[in-house]
């Protein structure tokens, strides 16, 4: 897991750092500012809620399938599944800088699909 410090268009190094992992990551329960999460689509933000409470209680992200990015995670909330970028502020993970949502998907857990023989 590797925690990288951005640059901001200024050159200085901006206080926030952008998770990125090619293993499953376990996030601590961590503070955040909901105005600052962005979204990639409108209909996501209903859903957010979600998100939110499931980031303030800590669990898992796991990288995004089929995914060439090491800084896209899938963290499973209560209804959904969320593909988020996630930066902190520190190495110690507990306050997201920020947030941004690539998308929300509804959370299946038991639904199989049989692709045939």
Same mark, same amino acid.
């Given at each position: 897991m590797a925690l990288h410090k951005k640059r901001e268009e200024s050159g200085r190094v901006a206080e926030r750092l952008l998770l990125e992992s090619a293993e499953a990551v376990e996030l601590p329960p961590a503070e955040l500012d909901e105005a600052t999460a962005t979204i990639e689509r %409108? %209909?996501? @933000?209903?859903? +957010? /809620?979600? +998100?939110f409470a499931t980031l303030r209680e800590g669990g898992w992200a796991?990288?995004? /399938?089929? !995914?060439?990015?090491?800084?896209?995670? !899938?963290?499973?909330? %209560?209804? @959904?599944?969320?593909? !988020? @970028? +996630?930066?902190?502020t520190d190495e110690s993970r507990t306050r997201i800088a920020r947030l941004h949502v690539l998308s929300c998907l509804p959370f299946a857990p038991r639904v199989k699909i049989n692709l045939g023989s």
């Open positions: %409108e %209909e996501f @933000r209903p859903h +957010l /809620p979600d +998100l796991d990288p995004a /399938p089929m !995914v060439q990015s090491d800084s896209i995670f !899938v963290i499973e909330g %209560e209804t @959904r599944s969320f593909w !988020v @970028r +996630l930066w902190h």
